[in-house]
């Protein structure tokens, strides 16, 4: 069974900063293989994609957080990891990371005060 847990969530002033960190677990489970994703979801609105990053290192980012946000991986870890500068309030949601095709955090609130 594979487990992800996020982490790093918080509250923050606008134009603060912060750092998300997803670890996976799973006796013999490994990241090295797979894309990993950030997603969001803010209230009363869908989840929707923010970066990805392939078992290769590419990196993608939504328009809303290209130029702010920035997503690496450590594969000896199993952790994925977004960083967050220059928050906006609309940058406010729960933050899920997500592993291949179907393995989900269970999410960390990010909240940015204006």
């Known amino acids: 069974q594979v487990q992800l847990i996020e982490s790093g969530g918080g509250l923050v002033q606008a134009g603060g900063s912060l750092r998300l960190s997803c670890v996976a677990s799973?006796?013999?489970?490994?990241?090295?293989?797979?894309?990993m994703d950030w997603f969001r979801q803010a209230p009363g609105k869908e989840r929707e994609f923010v970066a990805r990053i392939t078992w290769n290192g590419g990196s993608t980012y939504s328009d809303s957080v290209n130029g702010r946000f920035t997503i690496s991986r450590d594969n000896a870890k199993n952790a994925v990891y977004l960083q967050m500068n220059n928050l906006k309030p609309e940058d406010t949601a729960i933050y899920y990371c997500?592993?291949?095709?179907?393995?989900w955090g269970q999410g960390t609130q990010v909240t940015v005060s204006s």
């Open positions: 997500k592993i291949g095709a179907s393995y």
């Open positions: 799973g006796r013999t489970f490994s990241t090295s293989t797979y894309a």
